[in-house]
């Protein structure tokens, strides 16, 4: 992943209060695209201009042929405020992130996230290396907001399960229940994207916990109740993948080495 800056020069006398929505509805207009990653994009004011500091997935990933129809109204926006489309400076590759795809036609993807991840939660299924969500087609209004907020809402919980202090239980519930509201989001989120790119999509199911070694391994798709289990793991976290529920799932992590 790169870090670049954005910078906006201002071409009239502007007040920050006009700038600062403009400049933020364009920001998320680029994260729901996937373009830029994350939640947090520091933003100073300097002399006559702006700049904000983002991580995108590919050194290329600022072009506007990427761009959605919203990031292209928020370009419309900032103009409106008396600022100029933004220039584009690379700072650098950004050393603790994952790289990114590089497969024209992948056999596989899934959905899959933890709380440690701001890369996009769309993985090839060969390399688990994650896919820039502009570049598959949109899923709904244009962009991959939809897929940005059931990332967030599936990190959250994963956030609360993994410190066990508050609200644990029913965090976990929704992690790794086949019909909990978030999985449901997630499943047809995944059902979506196989539609629109033609690739079939898994959605992850997380486990924790079980009475005992021998009963997780034994443990059946909780979607048809069929065996589901492979013989090797894959990518060292899914022990389960069923092709007709289109679900992936790890051998309970209290038992896994
Ligand atoms: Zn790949
Ligand atoms: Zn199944």
Not at 77 to 97: C, E, I, M, W, Y
Not at 168 to 183: K, N, Y
Not at 215 to 238: K, Y
Request: glycine fraction near 6%.
């Amino acid at each position: 992943m790169w870090v670049c800056e954005l910078n906006f020069d201002c071409y009239q006398d502007i007040e920050l209060a006009d700038a600062e929505p403009a400049i933020r509805q364009f920001i998320d207009a680029l994260r729901y695209n996937g373009q830029i990653l994350g939640r947090e994009f520091p933003t100073s004011m300097h002399q006559g201009w702006l700049s904000a500091r983002v991580v995108c997935p590919e050194k290329d990933s600022l072009h506007p042929r990427y761009h959605s129809r919203q990031v292209e109204l928020a370009i419309e926006q900032l103009h409106r405020a008396g600022l100029t489309s933004p220039k584009v400076q690379f700072r650098g590759q950004d050393l603790n992130s994952d790289t990114t795809d590089h497969c024209d036609q992948r056999r596989w993807q899934l959905l899959y996230t933890t709380y440690l991840h701001s890369c996009s939660p769309l993985r090839c299924g060969d390399h688990f290396t994650p896919v820039p969500l502009y570049r598959i087609p949109p899923v709904a209004n244009g962009d991959s907001k939809q897929i940005l907020k059931w990332q967030e809402d599936w990190e959250a919980c994963d956030q609360l399960q993994m410190n066990g202090s508050i609200l644990e239980h029913g965090a976990v519930t929704e992690l790794s229940e086949p019909d909990s509201r978030l999985s449901r989001r997630g499943r047809d989120l995944a059902k979506r994207i196989e539609y629109l790119t033609e690739v079939p999509t898994f959605y992850y199911l997380y486990r924790v916990g079980g009475d005992s070694l021998e009963a997780e391994l034994n443990r059946t798709c909780p979607g048809c109740g069929e065996d589901w289990r492979l013989a090797e793991p894959v990518h060292e976290i899914f022990d389960f993948v069923c092709e007709p529920c289109r679900l992936v799932s790890n051998l309970s992590w209290d038992f896994k080495n």
